[in-house]
């Protein structure tokens, strides 16, 4: 396929990757030193996968023990502890590694770059980030401490003060939680820091900035609000590992100290954080959209000046978590509105998306499926948004199972998806081999399925009046059948990763060969070998478009002629 | 077919992008300004919700000359800089040095000033807000400090054993940006316990 698809090989590197040699010791030693940004890169979302596997495990628990009423499946502390450790390792340690990961691999390739750049701040970051999550588990052994109480954190991964005081929070579980938070924040600052400076000095020749890929655009503008969002959480866990180490009062009351500025510190890092998990979905939706519908993505400016404004607005809307606290009309005004702006360049992105599509000769392959999947979830996702921001229904539905159906349906049905579809789109690139269609269409349906009689029927009980974070309930509330249901879902989604995990495995040994562009796609991880080599590019690439691989392959229509 | 039938991009022959060191330490500036600015918001919040003295008019004195000596140097670091590009290595370090002996007279000024008012005044992390807010937002800026201090140290061990050349001005530029942000953040700090909360 290459040689057709490619006419200029002389401007593509397609050196075969070098003999992997050396016994597994020495191999598994270049990968603990390693600063290469494809390794760590890879690490990452190896990372990230186990953790998926890990919380996943934990929200089968949680829903084990919510199919019946008055279940005992788990007691009280333990369904604390796990649906706990479940919210903070989908945000912390599945969540942002694999945002990283994509980021670590993909940017320095898309823009032409050898590495990123700062390599050695780039294992730094990896390596600190691996700290946090041994930190937050290994407090299942140490959470106990001398005090004897307490094993895993049991104070929701928002954790309000005073709760999260050491009055109420005896033993070291709280500890091991804000510990975790801190070194896992100062890996994702590095990270930040490292990808805003790739983006902005690594790029080739010719690629300016109206000409880089949508992905490291919307990774550029992830960076920045990462900068400005985690930052407030590490100052938020020194200021709690002050009050429980060092006997301060920041969130106690009755030193005159404010819970409430708790509420406020973690919303103003909480809020952001969900678009800096959902704009990496969105990056790979621009890349994967255009290559499978055969068109150039539609209203490329208008999709840098949306996610731009995203990244802005999404800084002034926290305190629509906090409605229920009590703060004055004007406040609630601000923030309704705030919020409900989000919508308009959100909607212009799903316009966008559509309009690509549009007329398009679209092929649904696997992450294609999962991409069109997104774009319809997201939209739902984003309606309930909406109608969350309104304040008098959020003082209705505040902390009720529809507020949980809403985020699982950004976090899964828009991140999740897009995800597994940037997974089918580049394991090629980032292993050589294709992962398995036949096994990838069962995946897709099955998680497409098990996600909609999950998330959708989860909405019902939420209006029913089904608070969350409770771990069991009275038979004839009229929730008993709708949990069922949930469940069930639930269990889907479980048998769907463990296909796509197999998938993974089976096709890394007996995939079909990728070659260096089995989507005959156009930016310019595609134009080097499957997997690339360590210095990536043989020689640096020079780019006159957005699409750089169209230009090779139809020299007699490139787009630099249309665009500018 | 060659590369050749591509439209060549304009002016590709002087493509010149930004220092990536400038850019990654201005991002970490703008990281750690966000975890000065929660401190800082705190530390306005609870002005004069302490319960308890001692309160801060009653203990707190204004730290003219630690403020001077801190502020200065971001003066003689940019008089060092200056030198380093032309290559004049002796003042270079005659200026480095002056300006971390006067980070240093800033750090034992603040230790001063927490002995006083630990052994003397009583106040620590935990007798009421205004011990809590204050240790941790001095405290931050202070290890900042000895951050600082310390990377500046290793320059002048480079410098003073004549590893350190005119090419690294680059690398010196990008951590007297740090300095000048610790200095800078100073002046918050200071303007926000010392006048402000006082």
Partial sequence: MADSTLPIGSAIDLTPPGEVYGTWREQLHSWVVTVDHKKLGIMYIAYAVFFLAVGGAEAILLRIQLA???????????????????????????????????????VPLMIGARDMAFPRLNAFSFWMTALGGLLMYYSFIGGVGLQGAGSAPDITWWAYAPLSERAFSRGHSTDYWALSLIASGFGTIGAAVNIIATTICMRCKGMTLMRMPLLAWLYLVVSGMILVTISPLTAAQIMLTVDRYLGGHFFDSQ?????????????????????????????????????????????????????????????????????????????????????????????????????????????????????????????????????????????????????????????????????????????????????????????????????????????????????????????????????????????????????????????????????????????????????????????????????????????????????E | MSATTIPLAHGREDWKLPYHGTVGMVSLIVAESAIFAIFVIAYLYYIGKSLNPPYPRQVLELPIFNTVCLLSSSFTIWLAERALKKGAMAVFNLWLALTIILGGIFLVGTGIEWQKLIYHDGLTVSTNLFGTTFYSLVGLHASHVVVGLTMLLVVLIFGITGKLKTEHARQVETLSLYWHFVDGVWVVVFTVVYIVGR
């Fill in chain 1, 68 to 106: 019946v009423p008055h279940n005992n499946f788990l007691s009280p502390e333990v369904f604390n502890r796990i649906f706990t450790m479940h919210g903070t390792t989908m945000v912390f340690l599945m969540g942002m590694p694999l945002i990283i990961g994509f980021a670590n691999y993909l």
């Fill in chain 1, 255 to 563: 030193a005159g100290g404010m819970p409430v500025m708790w509420a406020h510190f973690f919303w103003i890092f909480g809020h952001p954080e969900v678009y800096v998990l959902v704009l990496p979905a969105f990056a790979i939706a621009n890349e994967v959209i255009p290559v499978f519908s055969r068109k150039a993505i539609f209203g490329y400016p208008a999709m840098v000046a949306a996610s731009v404004g995203i990244g802005f607005i999404s800084l002034s809307v926290w305190a629509h978590h906090m409605f229920t606290v009590g703060m004055t009309s004007a406040q609630n005004a601000f923030f309704v509105l705030s919020t409900e702006l989000v919508g308009v360049p959100t909607g212009i992105k799903i316009f966008n998306w559509i309009a690509t599509m549009w007329g398009g000769k679209i092929r649904f392959a696997t992450a294609m499926l999962f991409c069109v999947a997104f774009v319809i979830q997201f939209l739902f996702a984003g309606l309930t948004g909406i109608m969350l921001s309104i304040a008098p229904w959020n003082w209705q539905l505040h902390n009720s199972y529809f507020v949980i159906a809403h985020f699982h349906y950004v976090l899964v049905g828009a991140i999740v998806f897009c995800f597994f579809g940037g997974f089918y789109y580049w394991f090629p690139k980032m292993t050589g081999k294709l992962l398995d269609e036949r096994l990838g269409k069962w995946h897709f349906w099955l998680f497409l399925i098990g996600f909609h009689v999950c998330f959708d029927t989860m909405h019902i009980p939420g209006l029913l009046g089904m608070p969350r974070s409770i771990y069991t309930y009275e038979p004839g509330r009229g929730w008993d059948s709708w949990n069922m249901i949930v469940s069930i879902g639930g269990f889907i989604q479980g048998i769907a990763v463990i296909i796509f995990v197999y998938n993974m495995v089976y096709s890394l040994f007996k995939g079909q060969d990728a070659g260096p562009d089995p989507w005959d796609a156009w930016t310019l991880e595609w134009a080097t070998s499957s997997p690339p080599p360590e210095y990536n590019f043989a020689s640096e690439p020079v780019v006159a478009s957005r699409r750089p691989l169209w230009d090779l392959k139809h020299p007699e229509d490139p787009d630099s002629r249309y665009e």
